[in-house]
């Protein structure tokens, strides 16, 4: 019986194919990076299952044109010059799957006042629209 079921367990692991990913995107939370701070590159595989998996430095090799890579995250310097940064993604295995791409820097200071919790909430209640009758 336990040679039975070694044999079996031996031809299922045979006919059971490992998912492996077919393509790379990038799904960036913004479009623009931010001088003096770290900014989160996502990238997702499309696994051969049709699912997508979030990958990281483990499994992709970052670089760019400037700033540098804390694993998915890049830093970018306060007194970067630039407009823009180049980058790159490689799938590390299978370097032909890649992406190059190119963000710019955002150029609006983060300056805004943002309301505090007694502002917003002395605020009225908005009102809503009335239906017709």
Do not use: C, W
């Not at 003096?36 to 299952?49: A, E, F, K, R, V």
């Not at 490689?90 to 190119?102: D, G, H, R, S």
Request: proline share 3%.
């Amino acid at each position: 019986m336990k040679t039975f079921l070694l044999l079996l367990l031996t031809i299922f692991s045979f006919t059971v194919k490992a998912q492996h990913v077919d393509s790379i995107y990038v799904h960036l939370y913004t479009d623009s990076l931010k001088k003096g701070t770290y900014n989160y590159i996502n990238i997702d595989g499309l696994l051969s299952n049709g699912r997508y998996l979030p990958l990281d430095s483990s499994q992709i090799q970052f670089s760019a044109s400037a700033g540098k890579f804390y694993g998915n995250t890049l830093f970018i310097d306060k007194n970067f010059a630039e407009e823009k940064v180049n980058i790159k993604v490689v799938l590390k295995a299978n370097p032909a799957l890649y992406k190059e791409f190119v963000m710019y820097i955002k150029k609006k200071a983060d300056d805004e006042n943002l309301k505090s919790v007694e502002e917003i909430m002395s605020q009225p209640a908005p009102r809503g629209k009335r239906k017709g009758g």
